[in-house]
């Protein structure tokens, strides 16, 4: 099992919600934004998500399908890996190609399983059982 690959920046919440032209209350409500969430911290947002001051919809999309099986850190760390289905673009070089947000359906599906996973081998078992 391979480490969690995480690309930054990341934004704060008063960062994201100040690109987004909203609240830090309203980013927190929002469904569609990919939320890299800690313990002890103020949560932070990947700034790959967001272009011309909104989340990008390729992004918002992949959220709606799999938000409720994977946590942020899970989502972030698919959005930036290679993936063989995507002719081994990461999927947010394959959205940043223009190409179809279908095929990236598929790949998300596929690949939920091993998302958690990676996500789950690395956090120390101690901080999980909290």
Known sequence: MS???LVGPFWTRSEAASYLGITGDELLERTDVVRLE???L?????????????VRPEVATIVAAVGEELPGAAIADWLS???????????IDWFNAGLSIQMALT???ADVDD???RVTASVPA???AG
């Open 42 to 54: 103020e949560e932070t947002y990947p700034a790959l998500q967001f272009r011309d001051n909104d």
């Open 3 to 5: 480490d969690v690959v």
């Open 81 to 91: 890996r290679s993936n063989p289905l995507l002719g081994a673009m990461s999927p």
């Open 126 to 128: 101690a901080k999980l």
């Open 115 to 117: 998302a958690k996973a």
């Open 107 to 109: 790949a998300v599906h």
């Open 38 to 40: 800690g313990r002890w």
